[in-house]
């Protein structure tokens, strides 16, 4: 696939400049820890349970989510990433594994999140990817997604030719939060919440978290 391919040649090539760019970023976000506090406490209140990181990037989310006692993996397609987040996170097992095709069996995990992951997914393929992330879920668990928002209602993709000091080639997707709402509940997912934030310079769009659970009908 052409936009896999993509992305994971550009996060190899910038792994180590990311994740040196992005260090510390959560603590400048205090309503994403406070997002991403309440989802593993939730996760908690539904009986507890092992929460994967989709997308994982250098393991940053993960990491902090572990250290607010989250039993956490990762995982993510670009390899150079995957080596990083092993490196800045032993404590954690991460592998190297596209969203479309995850590397756990059904029902495995009492939560998921995609953090800013699914921007790298077309629309064509977005149904599957959510339909794979039901099924590594167990019933009532957790799904954090966060992502762009679009401002004209459908797709933007951006075309990003240089980042993190590096020339890339990569397309990401900023999404229409009503066309997510809709894929998660046809793959089936209750939605439980719903934020969107003003853009914090120097991000140029606003900014969505959904959390849903898995519905008991999800395979019927």
Request: aromatic share 6%; charged share 25%; with cysteine.
């Amino acid at each position: 696939m052409e936009s896999e391919a993509e992305a994971r040649v550009a996060y190899d090539l910038v792994a180590d400049d990311y994740a040196a760019l992005l260090e510390g970023e959560l603590e400048k976000l205090p309503l994403e820890r406070a997002l991403l506090t309440a989802f593993v406490e939730q996760v908690d209140a539904t009986g507890g349970g092992p929460i994967a990181d989709l997308g994982c990037g250098p393991g940053r989310v993960a990491g902090f989510l572990a250290g607010i006692g989250a039993d956490m993996r990762g995982i993510d397609l670009s390899p150079g990433m995957v080596e990083v987040a092993r490196r800045d996170h032993p404590g954690i097992p991460f592998a190297v594994a596209p969203m479309a095709a995850l590397p756990f069996q059904d029902g495995e995990l009492a939560g998921a999140l995609a953090w800013y992951s699914i921007i790298h997914i077309p629309q064509d393929l977005q149904d599957g990817v959510f339909a794979e992330f039901a099924r590594v879920l167990r019933v009532d668990g957790l799904l954090l997604l966060a992502f762009q928002v679009s401002e004209n209602g459908d797709e933007d993709v951006v075309h990003l030719r240089q980042a993190y000091g590096h020339e890339i080639d990569l397309r990401t997707r900023r999404q229409s939060p009503a066309r997510v709402k809709r894929r998660l509940e046809e793959a089936g997912f209750a939605l439980l919440a719903e934020l969107v934030r003003e853009p914090i310079p120097p991000e140029k769009s606003r900014q969505a978290f959904v959390l849903a659970h898995r519905s008991a009908d999800a395979d019927s």
